[in-house]
């Protein structure tokens, strides 16, 4: 009954390279879109913006109703 030996630096080193692995696919989630996305996003913001400005009441010297 003998234990298998292992290289304790090349677990550690396997480790790091999984928290890695991991870390980079959260971040590829998190950042990773494509300049043209961005962009199509901005325009959909902007576009939006514009358009509740368009159909804001205009005015508000009115007192609020009771």
Request: zero cysteines.
């Amino acid at each position: 009954m003998s234990a298998e030996i292992i290289n304790l630096r090349k677990v550690r080193k396997a480790k790091q390279r999984r928290d890695a692995a991991t870390r980079a696919e959260e971040n590829r989630a998190k950042f990773g879109r494509t300049k043209a996305e961005r962009e199509a996003t901005g325009a959909e913001k902007e576009r939006e913006a514009r358009r509740l400005d368009s159909i804001r009441r205009q005015g508000g010297d009115e007192e609020p109703r009771k």
